[in-house]
């Protein structure tokens, strides 16, 4: 990944790999979300000269995955034989730790944890890093949905809470936008941008390139 820059993990929801590749050298790695492309993502992956990593996300935490749960599973496993660093798993997978076991040791376990609705309190967020510490991950993720500006400070709290830990904690929404920026700004791992708008896997996303804008601006006035 791009030196001290901060890191940016561009999510591919479709096919459209011109679109793909005209932002590649923007970004550090690619999320490539198997719910929302559907058959042929495996055709994708060939085309991708940036780390990346697998996830199919489950209709619990907004996903559009449709099938069985095992399938589901497998067909994540399936993605680190064609190359993934890394798999999203969600902490309320059932049997999560025995899925984590699966993947650990063939490529990076990131369990992440999704609220649609609200802001949880800093201690439950707290508690919720720790679980996914607990069964085996390598990265931290946790994102709610801000109501208020204050929110943001609150999800972004879990970064330093956890300096040791690799931790991508951001809000969702429109509300939410600045903890998106601020998330590696601030120490988290990485975040999450569009590759162009319209194709955003989750709302208050920003585009690669608005957001790489503003990391260049932000580097300019320092």
Known sequence: MAGDRPKICASI???DLEAVKKVESLVDLFELRIDLIGSGWQEVTKNLSKPWLACNRRAEEGGGWK????ERIETLLSAIELGASIVDIELGTPEVGKVVRNIQGKAECLISYHNLKEMPSVEKMGEIVKKQIAAGAAICKVVTTARTFADNLAVLQLISDFPEKKVVS????DMGQI???LCPLVGGYFT???IEEGSESAAGQITVENLRKIYRM???VR
């Open 67 to 70: 099938g069985a749960e095992s």
């Open 170 to 173: 951001f809000a969702m929404g």
């Open 179 to 181: 903890s998106r920026v």
């Open 192 to 194: 999450y941008a569009s």
């Open 13 to 15: 929801v479709n096919d």
């Open 218 to 220: 932000l580097e300019d």
